[in-house]
């Protein structure tokens, strides 16, 4: 009954390179995709994940917004990079309540801005599986100022900003949606934007480890853009080009990016089982753009060793095929894995 269907949020995934969006209807037990969409944005619109030019962002969303008729006109979005910091702490076994009167003072040890300056959202994960006078919490703390930005460029876009999430736990809702992997089994998934990789790594529908990468498809364009001394719009036509690798000095410059691509996420993985991280990782999902490179995918398979496939966010989501093609949703699923996690998300959810 539509008096109690919780109230739709359009999921908004603002990237470096483009705006994502995807609109999701609940259905008997699952979704049904309603919206999806991207815009992209020029080079120098956000920068290391700060809003430098907002007229430019709202001018392509209210585009994008305009050129798919989406009607809802409240919105989730999400932060990621150096806006945004996560931290699993374990604290000893107290309520909800008792929590969110501490949370801010304990907060303070973990985060290196003024308390007075972020905001903190905390989630109990539960009991420590080790010490059982302890539990496991997130704690997210995500900078005012840029928070305003964010308020501040949907007001402008004729949209409400309702709720404020993160990437990597956006990318964690869509995959949980699509897959359906054994209790025990440790999962990691990567989000490769332009500027960001978002890993996240999961058992059973918890978050045991986050990371955000500053690496990304910027790293092949930057690289491009030196060699041709070209612009960065120019330098991302070329990386983007039909026949880049058949360009010998391209194609040993993407060669090389997804070495140090693979490295990064090899480092970052290590980190997280040297520090005694539960279990050993036996499979990789990735997204974001970056993923399409070629032979990145060869590339990360060889340094990890383990098997990688591309997360598909709309898996398990009704897709009308008059609306959608399959072709289409192959090809924009990769960008849309936070935007679809996001459009999961309702009012009042916490
Ligand atoms: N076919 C492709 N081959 C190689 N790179 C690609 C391809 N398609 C997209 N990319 C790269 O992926 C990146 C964009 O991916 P995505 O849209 O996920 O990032 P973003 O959300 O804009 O950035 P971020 O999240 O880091 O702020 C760009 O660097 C783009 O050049
Ligand atoms: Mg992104």
């Known amino acids: 009954m539509v008096l109690f269907r919780k109230k739709e949020l359009i999921g908004i995934d603002i990237g470096s390179t483009s705006i994502k969006l995807v609109q999701l209807r609940e259905t008997k037990g699952g979704y049904e995709l309603v919206k999806v969409g991207m815009a ?19 001018g392509a969303l209210r585009e994008l917004t305009t050129g ?12 990621s990079g150096n806006s945004v910091i ?13 929590l969110e009167e501490q949370i801010n003072w304990e907060a303070e040890q ?25 539990m496991n919490v997130i704690l997210v703390a995500s900078k005012k100022d840029i928070i305003r930005d964010y308020v501040t460029l949907f007001n402008d876009a004729g949209i409400t900003l309702t709720v404020i999430d993160v990437d990597a736990f956006a990318l964690q809702n869509a995959f949980e949606l699509n897959y359906a992997p054994s209790a025990d089994e440790v999962i990691a998934l990567v989000n490769i934007g332009d500027a960001t990789m978002n890993l996240n790594i999961v058992r059973n529908g918890e978050s045991l480890f986050t990371r955000d990468i500053q690496w990304g498809g910027g790293q092949y364009t930057g690289k491009i853009r030196q060699k041709r001394a070209i612009s960065a719009d120019e330098a991302e036509k070329l990386k983007l080009s039909d026949s ?10 993407i060669l090389q990016c997804n070495e140090s691509l693979a490295l990064e996420l090899y ?18 999902y990735v997204s974001g753009g ?10 990360i398979r060889e340094r990890l060793n383990i098997p990688v496939e591309i997360l598909d966010p709309f898996q398990t989501i009704i897709c009308p095929e ?24 309702r009012l009042g959810d916490k």
């Open 68 to 79: 798919l008729k989406v009607k809802v006109k409240q919105a989730v979005c999400s932060l």
């Open 244 to 253: 880049a690798t058949d360009d010998e000095s391209l194609r040993e410059i």
């Open 322 to 345: 008059n609306q959608f093609g399959s072709g289409y949703l192959k090809d924009i699923g990769p960008y849309v894995a936070v935007a679809v996690g996001l459009a999961m998300r």
């Open 267 to 284: 480092r970052s993985m290590d980190f997280y089982s040297a520090n005694a991280g539960p279990g050993r990782i036996t499979k990789l």
């Open 40 to 58: 992209s944005l020029p080079a120098e619109a956000i920068v290391d994940n700060a809003l430098m030019d907002i007229a430019v962002i709202v």
């Open 290 to 299: 970056c993923c399409k490179t070629p032979f990145l995918l060869d590339a």
């Open 110 to 134: 973990y985060i290196p801005f003024d308390i007075n300056d972020v905001n903190i959202d905390f989630h109990i994960l539960g009991p420590d599986e080790v010490d059982p006078q302890k």
């Open 86 to 98: 996560i931290r699993n702490i374990s604290f000893p076994v107290m309520t909800f309540q008792e």
